[in-house]
Every structure is written in structure tokens, then in C-alpha cells.
């Protein structure tokens, strides 16, 4: 292949996003990588924030963008990057969430039990490593933190990865909801390695507080909002619904074959690479179109959620900060079944508690290091006069409630 590559993506983040390496053409033109346009990177956000509509390609190429601006940085302060390890990072990178499936978080373990998009991610890289004849190697070890310098997986995978950069940034811009907008290009431009570690310099303490800080109101703001979280708990019960009734030996026509074979197979997470083409024709657009579908089903508890998320007539939340009283809950439970006619044994699609749960910073995961002019480093929770503090550190857990009115 030739090696006079120069593509440029006009990304309304950012600006232009520079694409000039033959390999990283190969791999954002593949299948595979361009199935990403057709998965939303904010599942439902949209039915609260309407902006909010931009793909899991959006990110991917955001992310890549930041990283090639990280490396760059790294490499002005003498930071030792081969140009290969430069092509593998960002190849790293523009790969991290392949593996998503339809409605990425919403449906994990949902229509595929028992496997991380993670671990999906990793088989399709290898797949497309096979394909391009071992090209990707050194991704796959910069990937799963095999390779010998670890700065360049935490580039990818850390508390401070440019992963999370791009999707703060990137909602923020699509939903319009200011308390995301985070100093990403201040924050690289202070990045540095210490003994092989990425870590970032005393100068840039209160541009990541600001990060940590942005990443919980955004949780709690914009992914867990009452009703993006009712939305995507009704995708769940419909295709554990249409999974039952399956099993009972009833009709459920899906719209395409891909999804249809999802829904039926079981126990698939152990046979997973062998059916990695059919998963990676799989998208948002089955999903729609085959509940779209649904909404006409004889079945009343398939129908009604079908045609709910449909029209947005979504399950009414209750969130709380104590466990929901079973007393109200067993009230609600007479009630929907009186009102709507169903057996108690169906209520549970249309009545259900869960929990959610965010954690600003925790300095159990991979730790976000601050390194001092005199040399020494200190966890960001443990600087002087931080604002992450022991109790920013703690989760905050929400106990909720989900009810057809």
C-alpha cells in the first residue's frame, strides 16, 4: 500500500481530525470499524437532550484526534515514542469500543450474557490483526497493557484517558449541558511520564479537579437522568420479554436475521469468535426497526413497552437515597395489575427497582498521579487543599423505582 495517505475528517469538536498513515486508513475503512456510525454513543440521551444523536464513530475518531495531540506533547518534553508506537497507540485507541453492541451500555450482557464489550473489542482487533497480517501486534499489547511502557495504556485505559476526554467533551457539545465542558487541551498540554508512568504536572491540579468534577454532574445530569434511565431498563425488559416468549414457543419476527440469531442462541459468550462476523453486522437500526415491529405483537406486556419507547411514553422513575419501601411497591404492583389486567407474574416488566451508582474519583482504580518541580508525586486525592477528597472518593448510590403509570 502506498504510503501517501492524507484524509481529513471535519469533526465539529475539534475541528479538522487528520487521518495520514496508510495502516490507520486501513483499519477506519474496514466493516467492522465503520459499524460504529450505525451504534449511538448515548443510547438513549436523545429523549431527554435532542442534540444528542452523534455515534460511536464520532468518539472513536475524537478520542484518536486527542491522542495524536497527547503524543505530540509528549514528544516536545523528550518523551521517547517510536513512530511505530506512535501508529499503534492511535490504532489502540480508534479500536478501544469496536465491541459495542446496539445501544452499547444499555444492552452489555443483555444480548450477548456473560462478556464484556471489552473482551469483544480485543477478539475483533485480533480478527482484523489476522487480516492485515500481524500489522496490529503492537496495538494488541498496547491494548491489553503487555507492552513495556505503560503510559501509553494509560493513555488508553486510565483515570485520565483521552477515551474519557473525548465523550465529556463530546456530550457536552450534543446535549448543550455545560458542566461537561472540561480543559482537555490545558490537561494534555500537561501531561508528562515519570518512570514510565503517565502523570500530569503540579500546574494542571485544579484544571483535572475540574475534570473529576464535570464527569459526576455528567453522570448524574445526563447518563443516569431519570428518564434515559427508564428508556434504557424498557430496552432491557423488551428483549427479555421477547426472549420469553420465544421459549414458550411463540411467534417474535425480528426484522433482520443478525438479531434474530442473537435472541435465540444461547449461552453464546463461550462461542463468541465464531460468530464475530454476525456480531459485527449488528447495530442500533436491527434494534429499532424490529421493536418498531413489536409494537403490533398480540402480546400486551411486548406491545405496550414497544410502543412506549417508541412514542416516549417511558416507565415514570423515582429515584431516592434509602431502599424503595416494599410496602409501596407491593401497592403499585396490585394497582398496575387491577388497571392494566395482567397476571402478577408480568407485573415485573412493568414494575421493577434497581440501583445506580457513581464514583467521582477512586483511587482504588488506576490512580491519577501528580507530579511535583521538587520530583515527588502524590495521588490527586492526597495534594494539599484538594478538592477530591476521601469523601469525592466514596460512591454515591441511588435506589430507584421504575412503574408504568
Not at 65 to 76: F, S, V, Y
Not at 331 to 350: A, F, L, M, T, V
Not at 356 to 372: D, G, R, S
Request: glycine share 6%; proline share 3%.
Amino acid at each position: 500500500m502506498s504510503n501517501r495517505v492524507r484524509k481529513i475528517i471535519n469533526d465539529p469538536v475539534y475541528g479538522f481530525i487528520t487521518i495520514d498513515h496508510p495502516l490507520i486508513f486501513q483499519v477506519i475503512s474496514h466493516p467492522y470499524y465503520q459499524r460504529l456510525r450505525r451504534i449511538q454513543q448515548m443510547a438513549f440521551a436523545h429523549l431527554v437532550y435532542p442534540g444528542a444523536v452523534h455515534s460511536r464513530l464520532h468518539h472513536s475518531l475524537g478520542a484518536y484526534h486527542l491522542m495524536c495531540n497527547a503524543i505530540q506533547e509528549l514528544r516536545n518534553k523528550g518523551i521517547d515514542i517510536s513512530t511505530e508506537e506512535d501508529t499503534a497507540v492511535k490504532i489502540a485507541i480508534l479500536l478501544h469500543d469496536v465491541g459495542h453492541g446496539p445501544y452499547s451500555h444499555a444492552l452489555e450482557n443483555v444480548l450477548i450474557k456473560g462478556i464484556t464489550h471489552e473482551s469483544i473489542s480485543l477478539r475483533i482487533i485480533r480478527a482484523l490483526d489476522r487480516e492485515m497480517g500481524g500489522q496490529l501486534d503492537m496495538a494488541i499489547r498496547i491494548f491489553t497493557n503487555q507492552y513495556h511502557k505503560p503510559f501509553l495504556y494509560q493513555l488508553i485505559a486510565g483515570q485520565l484517558d483521552v477515551d474519557r476526554m473525548d465523550y465529556l467533551s463530546r456530550d457536552s457539545f450534543f446535549t448543550g449541558v455545560s458542566e461537561g465542558v472540561i480543559g482537555y487541551d490545558r490537561i494534555l498540554k500537561m501531561l508528562t511520564v515519570h518512570n514510565g508512568e503517565l502523570m500530569v504536572e503540579e500546574k494542571a491540579v485544579f484544571s483535572i479537579e475540574k475534570f473529576l468534577v464535570s464527569r459526576r454532574l455528567m453522570y448524574w445530569q445526563v447518563y443516569l437522568h431519570k428518564a434515559v434511565l427508564s428508556a434504557e431498563q424498557m430496552l432491557v425488559k423488551i428483549i427479555e420479554r421477547a426472549r420469553e416468549l420465544i421459549g414458550r414457543g411463540e411467534t417474535v419476527h425480528t426484522t433482520t436475521p443478525v438479531l434474530d440469531f442473537f435472541l435465540r442462541e444461547n449461552g453464546l459468550a463461550a462461542t463468541i469468535d465464531h460468530h464475530l462476523g454476525k456480531f459485527c453486522l449488528l447495530d442500533d437500526y436491527d434494534v429499532l426497526s424490529t421493536i418498531k415491529t413489536w409494537m403490533f405483537h398480540h402480546d400486551k406486556v411486548l406491545s405496550t413497552l414497544c410502543s412506549g419507547l417508541i412514542n416516549r411514553r417511558l416507565l415514570k422513575v423515582k429515584f431516592q437515597g434509602e431502599p424503595i419501601p416494599a410496602a409501596w411497591i407491593e401497592e403499585q404492583r396490585n394497582r398496575i395489575c387491577r388497571e392494566w389486567g395482567i397476571s402478577e407474574k408480568d407485573c415485573h416488566y412493568w414494575l421493577f427497582t434497581g440501583e445506580a451508582e457513581n464514583t467521582t474519583y477512586n483511587p482504588a482504580e488506576e490512580k491519577i498521579n501528580i507530579l511535583f518541580k521538587d520530583g515527588s508525586v502524590k495521588d490527586i486525592s492526597q495534594v494539599d487543599n484538594a478538592l477530591i477528597h476521601q469523601t469525592l472518593a466514596s460512591p454515591v448510590k441511588k435506589y430507584y423505582i421504575c412503574y408504568i403509570k
